[in-house]
């Protein structure tokens, strides 16, 4: 079953200098539930602009998206927000501790309910890979991955069905990279679809269930990371010996 | 009041002439601006206190409210030549605030507080808009462009809690009370100044007409009050609306409009 649909699903950016350029070109395709997706190719492609599509950020200027055989404008917007969670490539994080970013994010995922206590923050820290011990620490002392870690942890407070992620291995160090995946393929165990945009093909062979290959607005090609080998279409190919892959 | 004849202006525009040689002697440049401003200020001056000589004697309502639109109408253009990064909808927005907020401010004034009868008596309704719209006019210049500002650099934090299930208010909250905190900082600090750092120019004009220092205070204390109301009421009317312009229906925030804001 799919997560989401694209029904010739068309993107249009207004430049500044006047007119506007395309940015995705009748799309249609569809991203696997309970899987984890990697959406790759070229810088400008279209990837970050087709994440921000689906939980609404952007809207299509032409086309249809479902999700779970459901328009995505007949879901309330901020339900959907909270359940179609993104974390773009420039992490923000807020003034204040990890736990006031926490709190902060709190009454916006979980309007009405009751502050987290002290062992719930804890264990919200800990899936993301965070030492608890870190709490009362300002946000603003962070390492990159850290602050990464932390937007997902305030994204996880509204226990998310989908998690969007642009770029998010992009400026990880191995190790940090490896923890990154190893959270989302629990995440998927888990039950929840995510699908990340990125350029990394090591980390998308060793981590995604599924790829889509974007270039210059349209998908050229899409599948199975088992059968990524098998491809044969020049672009692709161009695609993988730039970023340093074996084709 | 003593009087200030012709001959008198003539003899200080000596000054004028006095400061162009300064500057001149200096090479300073700027002497046709000084020129040029000074005869502006002189025709300006003349036909505003013409202008008001046959307004305090027509005593029409509806004329006189004409003119106090008239002046709205200039404030809300002066806002738009001072505002260098635009809010959506910015005349209509800045218009309309202008207008309920100095509109209360004058009604409280002239209404409720002094109980100026005819209400339209033009001697005090005319100057006394002048003041409000005049404070106003900086307060709107100054929440409009800090809102667009504001906003522009705080796209990313916006666009984070609105994929948390933020409102558009809530995620840009900060955004609209820094604006409003620095819309009322001029307000705030010329009531701080006022009788130790300055004299303020009505209170200093009623006491050389001859009114008792005191009731002058009186005045000057009132009219402060009911411009910092009628400016705390006009950031509030730019920046409600103000704020919502930057996102669609579909609360999407409209980086295209912040793109061209940086």
Redesign the interface.
Known sequence: MHEFELHNVTRYQ?L?AGGEVTILSQINTGLERGRLSALIGPSGGGKSTLLRLL?????PDAGQIERRGKLLHSYP???L??KV????Q???V?AGSLKDNLLL?QT??L?GSAEFSQHSLNAILERVGLSPHLLDRAAADLSGGERQRL?LA??LL?EPEVLLLDEPASALDPPAREQLGQFLRKQVEAGISVIFSSHDMAFVRRFADNFLFLSKGQIRVAGKIAGLEQVQDPEFSRFLNAEGEPC | MLDISLSDLVLVYGLILFSLVLMRMNRVGGEVELLTASLRMLVQLLAAGYLLHLLFSLRQPLLILLVLLVMLFFAVITVGGRVEQRLPRFYRVVGSAMLIGCGSGTFYLTYIVLGLSPWYEPRYLIPLTGMILGNAMTGAALAAERLAGEMAIRQ??I?????????PR?ASSSAIRAAFRAAMIPAINAMAAMGVVFLPGMMTGQILSGTEPILAVRYQITIMCVITGSVALTTCLILLPGYRGYF?A????RR?LL??AV
């Open positions: 207004a500044d939980n609404r950020l952007d809207e917007v901020r339900q927000r909270r969670a993104f974390m773009p420039q992490t923000t807020f994010a916006f995922c309007p937007a305030r994204l509204a | 990313d934090e666009e984070t809690l609105i994929c948390l299930g933020a409102s809530q669609t579909a609360e999407q925030l295209d793109r061209k």
